[in-house]
């Protein structure tokens, strides 16, 4: 009788050692899972092969077992894959990473808005001013976190997009109504701005290289608009959202280089001889009011890339034992560090250096009226051209979102995936559409305000809201009533600011301008 071990007798491949099954912590990190299960752990293909079923089997099938547990956790979530996200800019390609994250959520979430939170400081004054975007950043942080759980809450299913997650937790009709206008307006509006301060940062690097040599027929202000649309445009023609990873690292790097070469600059040099930092008063009671809630819809305006969270993180792999939110919140945490690295030190820097002098433009503006004649020209010119960098780089991931829709009725309709020339055209079209939409609103700070309040609900008031009717917590349990609160404070601030934008761009009209050179 052959006396040889069990083990001899059926070969099977050896296995690593099985880890202690694992959950995912606020933070990101993975840690043990506790002792005792909740009863409405969600089930997942491989929740079956449990400790409890493998005790009473035997060693060599107990690792078969094991091994195909662990196949089905690197195979993935067995989602059903709709064949059209293979088709469509946002979800083509899905090897993004975590530095592809902080790329993508650097280059969304800092960038010409930091250069108008000076404006909103004038009107709210020191202490209003640095406690209300103390306020916003650790509001939108948590709001961020939120949706990053929320892209996998329900097994087998990945919400790529926000509308999608919106329709999950809203409904199929008042999702789409709730969702949709705020995310393809603030697509469409943050496009419209950085084609403004794009193509007005151009005429004024052109103005300080060139100097007295100008020819005596230069571009007007519009001319400029049209040939950085173009530059756009052209770049636009990038295919998805993973091909733009190396444009956003390029807005990223420029993004923090000029936000910090402008506060230094502005701090390193004389303030002006009148200057006050006394908030800015209206001749009337409403004047004022309007206006302070035109300042705090700036605020909000500068957290404005939630709207691309879920779109990023659908670019990544995702299985059961990698699943994509710990790249993609470990990349958002690294960026929204360097973000506020660059939005409290220009807010603070460039309210200390201006006061209520700061013009409707922002720390440019600030820049080329006051101290032109004192900044070497290289260096002025240096920081100009920095913008014009990371406004054409904003502009291709703040647009994507739209490239997506367009191309996804194209795709539902036809049955087929756009043509190069197709895809092309929808592009050209956005941009110049865009185009037009600045030439005939030229409000910068105004503009920021209404776009702020009108797309506030996307960043401080829905993911809350889609926390609650998903996850389900008990009711009136205080994460039951703090997520409600939270949710119904970001709608109500929305009115306020939304009104507030329309009235302060209302009495500006046409007399404002994004900057005022001399």
Request: glycine share 8%; aromatic share 14%.
């Amino acid at each position: 009788m052959d006396e040889r071990p069990e083990t001899e007798l059926i070969s099977i491949p050896a296995t690593p050692r099985v880890s202690t099954p694992e959950i995912l912590t606020p933070s990101g990190q993975r840690s043990p899972r506790p002792a005792t299960k909740p009863s409405s752990a969600a089930w997942t293909p491989t929740s079956f092969i449990s400790p409890r079923f493998l005790s009473p089997i035997g060693t060599p099938m107990k690792r078969v077992l094991v091994n195909m547990k662990g196949y089905l956790e690197e195979m993935g979530h067995l989602t059903k894959l709709n064949p059209q996200d293979a088709w469509l800019p946002i979800t083509e390609s899905r090897n993004g990473n975590a530095h592809y994250a902080a790329f993508h959520n650097l280059n969304a979430g800092v960038g010409f808005q930091a250069l108008v939170l000076p404006v909103a400081f004038a009107f709210l004054g020191w202490s209003w001013g640095i406690l209300s975007l103390t306020i916003a950043y650790c509001w939108q942080l948590y709001t961020l976190w939120i949706l990053v759980q929320l892209h996998e809450a329900v097994s087998g299913k990945r919400y790529n997009r926000y509308v999608e997650l919106a329709q999950a937790a809203f409904g199929e009709r008042l999702g789409v109504w709730l969702a949709l206008f705020p995310t393809v307006y603030l697509s469409a509006g943050t496009a419209t701005a950085l084609i403004l301060i794009g193509g007005e940062t151009m005429k004024l690097f052109f103005q300080i290289v060139c100097g007295p040599l100008c020819s005596s027929n230069p571009l007007t202000t519009v001319e400029w608009y049209l040939v950085f649309t173009c530059l756009c445009v052209v770049l636009s023609q990038l295919p998805n959202l993973n091909s733009i990873a190396g444009l956003s690292l390029i807005g990223a790097v420029t993004a923090i280089t000029y936000s910090t070469m402008v506060w230094v600059l502005s701090v390193s040099q004389p303030r002006p001889a009148t200057i006050s930092y006394e908030p800015l008063s209206m001749p009337s009671v409403s004047g004022s009011l309007f206006s302070v809630l035109n300042a705090l819809g700036i605020v909000a305006f500068a957290f404005r890339g939630h709207n691309l969270v879920l779109e990023i993180q659908s670019t990544m792999p995702s299985t059961f034992k990698h699943p994509a939110h710990v790249p993609m919140w470990r990349g958002a945490k690294v960026a929204y560090f360097f973000i506020a690295l660059c939005i409290f030190p220009i807010s603070i820097g460039g309210f200390w250096a201006y006061g209520k002098l700061m013009p409707p433009g922002g720390m440019l503006a600030a820049l080329y009226e006051f101290h032109i004649n004192d900044i070497p020209r290289g260096l002025l010119a240096t920081a100009f051209l920095l913008v014009v960098f990371n406004c054409l780089s904003s502009f291709q991931i703040y647009s994507m979102p739209a490239f997506d829709s367009f191309e996804a009725g194209y795709t539902s309709r036809t049955n087929k995936p756009c043509s190069v020339w197709v895809r092309s055209g929808f592009r050209v079209f956005f941009g110049f559409v865009s185009f037009f939409i600045g030439v005939a609103l030229p409000f910068l700070s105004s503009l920021a305000g209404l776009l702020g309040g009108l797309t506030l609900p996307v960043t401080f008031a829905y993911p809350c809201f889609m926390w609650v009717l998903i996850k389900k917590p008990a009711k009136c349990s205080f994460s039951w009533y703090f997520h409600w609160g939270l949710g119904w404070l970001g709608v109500a601030f929305s009115l306020a600011f939304s009104i507030g934008g329309i009235s302060s761009m209302v009495t500006q009209g046409l007399k404002l301008k994004f900057f005022s050179p001399n």
